[in-house]
């Protein structure tokens, strides 16, 4: 499928971030790419949304993370730039659980083209409103305080001031205090930082997402040698382990160039005839 040469080996590109996710995605890159990432902190990126409801998202997602990786490389003058930004919902399976998706794009303008790596898992965010230093302590294990850190506000999630970052017992009493004087009604709300160096479960997702663009990025088009050649499709119709006809399940990978768009039929290897309770006819 791909050949193993590393398509980014010897280049720069730039990484505006400013909440620690350099020390992942830079060696990540390093190792599997030989991609140099350098570091751009200059800029305040909370300008373009945060996740304590106090600045507006810049756009969905991708966007979001485009104007990261154009603003990065608009200040380092490199022609590569990387940006990673992160989001959370609820779970995609029970829809019970809250759940973090991350993002890691490479904006390639030498050979005009984006990579995305995306991973969702688990998230470590829980938040609550709270009345008593009671009620607040009682939530400390759910949210995983210490090694995970909190923040305050008074009245409930949408109030305009709060505290972030707090990560020792001392300074959560203080900001208990500080939140319980400013409220209307003694109500605090009190819920995970969500900044990826305040929580290292988001951390791990942002690595994962690394990894999985650092595949990307090594993976070439048979046709054009192009990057990102990816599986962008499943074909259906694994055939029924009774009858023989073709299931809804599937049957092979469709891998896809961006650059020419070749594409390569692949079926998955392995793979258990279809269970005839999925078969369109044996269990219509
Ligand atoms: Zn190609
Ligand atoms: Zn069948």
Not at 38 to 59: A, E, M, N
Not at 112 to 118: A, D, P, Q, R, V
Request: charged share 25%; glycine share 6%.
């Amino acid at each position: 499928m791909s050949t193993h040469s590393k398509p980014y080996s010897g280049l720069k590109a730039s990484l505006l971030t400013q909440h620690g996710k350099e020390s992942i995605i830079c060696p990540q890159l390093f190792d599997s790419n030989d991609l140099e990432v350098i570091h751009v902190s200059d800029y305040d990126t909370d300008k373009l949304g945060s996740f304590t409801r106090d600045i507006p998202r810049y756009g969905s997602q991708l966007d979001a993370a485009r104007k990261k990786a154009r603003v990065g490389m608009e200040l380092s003058g490199l022609k590569l730039g990387i940006a990673s930004e992160g989001a959370f919902d609820n779970d995609p399976y029970t829809g019970m659980f809250p759940w973090n998706y991350e993002l890691v794009l490479l904006i390639d303008d030498i050979r005009n083209l984006e990579i995305i790596g995306f991973f969702g898992g688990q998230a470590q965010s829980a938040s609550q409103l709270v009345s008593s230093w009671d009620e607040l302590t009682a939530l400390l294990s759910e949210a995983q305080f210490t090694t995970h850190q909190l923040v305050i506000r008074p009245d409930d999630e949408y109030h305009p001031e709060c505290r972030k970052g707090i990560k020792d017992l001392e300074s959560l009493k203080e900001a208990f205090e500080w939140a319980t004087k400013l409220s209307k009604k003694g109500n605090v709300f009190v819920e995970n930082d969500l900044r990826a160096h305040t929580n290292p479960t988001r951390m791990a997702n942002i690595l994962k997402a690394t990894q999985d663009l650092s595949r990307k990025m090594n993976s070439l088009c048979p046709e054009c040698e192009a990057p990102c050649f990816w599986v962008t499709e499943r074909k259906k119709g694994l055939p029924c382990a009774s009858c023989d006809a073709p299931s809804n399940l599937p049957l092979a990978n469709i891998w896809s160039c961006v650059k020419c768009n070749y594409k390569k039929e692949e079926v998955i290897a392995n793979q258990a005839k279809a269970d005839p309770s999925k078969c369109n006819y044996c269990n219509p």
